[in-house]
């Protein structure tokens, strides 16, 4: 069993906080466009790497409910990217992240939608 004093465990964090750091996985979400009778989302594979407190990610997938038109009837699917930058911080129980990401899809016509999504994730444990 180690016992660490309050010093070291603040030193520990402090340390981690200057670390980079790389991750790679999914996200997903679902939202609803405007007017859009139909609740829209998307999936995408994610990297981020981070230094100290600050994060950037990127990443690739599907959007689907994409609007087409003015017509709430018309959704489509499309090709996207996800691009966004923020701070993390926290304890050693509880972590944060807030953000601003950029998602930009593109549908079989050409017809490009950009969206932008404040995200605030909490991991705990």
Avoid at 9 to 25: E, N, P, T, V, Y
Avoid at 51 to 79: E, L
Avoid at 98 to 115: C, E, F, H, P
């Amino acid at each position: 069993l180690h016992v660490r004093s309050r010093r070291q465990r603040q030193m520990c964090i402090r340390d981690r906080r200057k670390a980079a750091h790389f991750s790679l996985g999914s996200e997903g979400n679902l939202l609803q466009y405007l007017e859009a009778k139909r609740v829209g989302g998307s999936v995408h594979g994610v990297i981020t790497v981070g230094t100290g407190r600050v994060f950037a990610r990127g990443g690739v997938g599907v959007a689907m409910g994409i609007p087409g038109s003015h017509d709430d009837r018309d959704t489509r699917s499309a090709i996207s990217g996800l691009l966004g930058v923020g701070l993390e911080g926290g304890t050693d129980d509880v972590r944060g992240r807030i953000g601003l990401d950029y998602q930009l899809a593109l549908d079989k016509s050409g017809r490009v939608n950009n969206t932008m999504f404040l995200s605030l994730r909490l991991r705990f444990g």
